[in-house]
């Protein structure tokens, strides 16, 4: 028989009882949807109140590992809590019947664990996590069904996920009394863990049931339980195939570097002709190559006769009477063409026009080796003898000056100076105002 609440639920079967009233499977009438409502037995219009004020602090948490409390009130004798109706069975009904074996296990404590620690941060805690008020959905994941309720010592924070573990496992609805029976049947219960995961979860249940370990050390070393490797004991094998690549790099290293050691220089023409051998050159390479070979040799012959004509140029204007005759001279070379000027006859000449004073002839009857000559004052020819005299090399200048047309009327280096077989020196001849 359907029994109402009001004129919005209805509620129409048990489904499960909890530690402080019975879950019912019932109806939204108003929003037409289905809805679960726990209905606990008032015990008094002061702690109706307190139990309502508790549901609405909870009422604002919201996490898909906890059933969510959509409504509250009183109805008679009881306080009903309408919360979402969920797909699956309450845990112990599941308990003799459920496949989950090992590390599937183990991931779903760890996974209810994380909610608790999101549930602590919004100051909810000390419910109960065992058995009897866990909710098995269809994809095996655990549920709180009430965490509004404190729950006994043993059923809540870490020592209530190791009891609750120990529940899946060995398809028990008791929890285990010592940490002996725990050891005795749990190991055997979770098939398909290794035994390096075994000991680890052995040595922190034992922890826990000293009270050693708090709920996010609890939770931190599941994690790390679940990480370990499936099969320790087989040998690792991702370090042998990284040594396969490393194999022809050694094999053309050594040629690379040694042809780079053996390289001489060589000029320009031939450093331009040296490429890869073509025979390497893929196919489309080799035929662009080809067709831009036509262009290249029509650049190349149009460049060098611009350079053939351009030094016939030169070489005609050279040759011409108005041609440049001022540049630099130099002895002992057989290509010099500043000496095509035949030196000029010294005249007197009164030069009255210029403030400076002409500066004395001294020639130096003997050139000292070793010691560069004074060659201010004498005439081109004069001057080129006594630098061959002293065993040096020579350029010079011709240009306007006060001194004495076809006299040296500057020198560099200066006169008198330590100088080295095959120095230069370089004289400045005057050509007159």
């Given at each position: ?6 004129e ?20 939204d009438l ?13 015990s008094?219009?002061a ?26 009130g ?12 969920q ?10 019947r459920?496949?989950m ?15 608790m ?10 419910f ?22 404190p729950g006994?010592?043993i ?10 573990l120990y ?11 010592t ?7 749990v ?15 052995l ?16 939770i ?5 339980i ?9 040998p ?16 053309t290293?050594?040629?690379r ?9 060589a000029?320009?023409?031939?450093r ?7 025979a ?8 662009e190559t080809?067709e831009?070979?036509?262009l ?5 012959t ?27 001279g130099?002895?002992?070379t ?8 035949p ?10 026009a210029?403030p400076e ?5 001294t020639p130096?009857?003997?050139?000292v ?11 081109q ?11 040096m090399?020579?350029s ?10 076809g006299?040296?009327f500057?020198?560099?280096?200066p006169?008198n ?17």
């Amino acid at each position: 028989m359907e029994q109402r609440i009001g004129e919005r639920y209805v509620l129409t079967e048990p489904i499960h009882p909890l530690a402080d009233g019975v879950m019912y499977a019932g109806k939204d009438l108003s929003l037409h949807r289905d809805v679960f409502l726990l209905m606990v037995e008032k015990s008094g219009d002061a702690s109706s109140s307190d139990y309502l004020r508790v549901l609405g602090q909870a009422a604002q948490f919201s996490d898909e590992r906890f059933f969510h409390i959509l409504n509250a009130g009183l109805a008679e004798n009881h306080v009903y809590t309408v919360l979402t109706a969920q797909k699956g069975t309450p845990l112990p009904a599941q308990l003799g019947r459920h496949r989950m074996r090992g590390i599937e296990i183990v991931s779903a404590v760890f996974d209810l664990g994380k909610g608790m620690q999101e549930a602590m941060e919004e100051g909810i805690s000390g419910f109960s996590v065992t058995a009897e008020n866990m909710w098995l959905t269809e994809d095996n994941r655990l549920k709180v069904m009430n965490y509004w309720s404190p729950g006994k010592l043993i059923s809540r924070g870490s020592l209530g996920l190791c009891t609750l573990l120990y529940q899946i496992s060995t398809h028990s609805k008791q929890g285990p009394a010592t940490f002996d029976q725990y050891q005795e049947n749990v190991v055997p219960a979770l098939t398909g863990l290794t035994s390096g995961q075994k000991e680890a979860l052995l040595a922190l249940s034992r922890r826990v049931f000293r009270e050693e370990v708090s709920l996010s050390s609890f939770i931190f070393s599941l994690r790390e339980i679940i990480a370990l490797e499936k099969s320790p004991e087989a040998p690792p094998k991702a370090f042998v195939p990284p040594a396969a690549p490393k194999e022809p790099v050694r094999e053309t290293a050594p040629p690379r570097i040694q042809y780079r050691q053996e390289e001489e220089p060589a000029p320009e023409r031939v450093r331009r002709t040296e490429k890869p051998p073509r025979a390497k050159e893929p196919e489309a390479e080799v035929a662009e190559t080809r067709e831009r070979m036509p262009l290249r040799r029509t650049i190349w012959t149009l460049g060098t006769a611009a350079v053939v004509l351009l030094g016939i140029a030169v070489f005609m204007y050279m040759l011409l009477p108005g041609g440049p005759n001022k540049g630099p001279g130099s002895g002992g070379t057989a290509g010099n063409t500043a000496t095509a000027t035949p030196s000029p006859t010294p005249t007197p000449t009164n030069n009255t026009a210029t403030p400076e004073p002409t500066p004395s002839p001294t020639p130096p009857t003997d050139a000292v080796p070793g010691q560069i000559p004074n060659l201010i004052g004498m005439t081109q020819e004069a001057a080129e003898q006594a630098v061959k005299a002293a065993g040096m090399r020579y350029s010079y200048f011709i240009e306007p000056n006060p001194a004495e047309s076809g006299t040296v009327f500057r020198q560099d280096p200066p006169p008198n100076q330590p100088a080295n077989k095959g120095d230069r020196v370089t004289f400045y001849i005057s050509k007159g105002q």
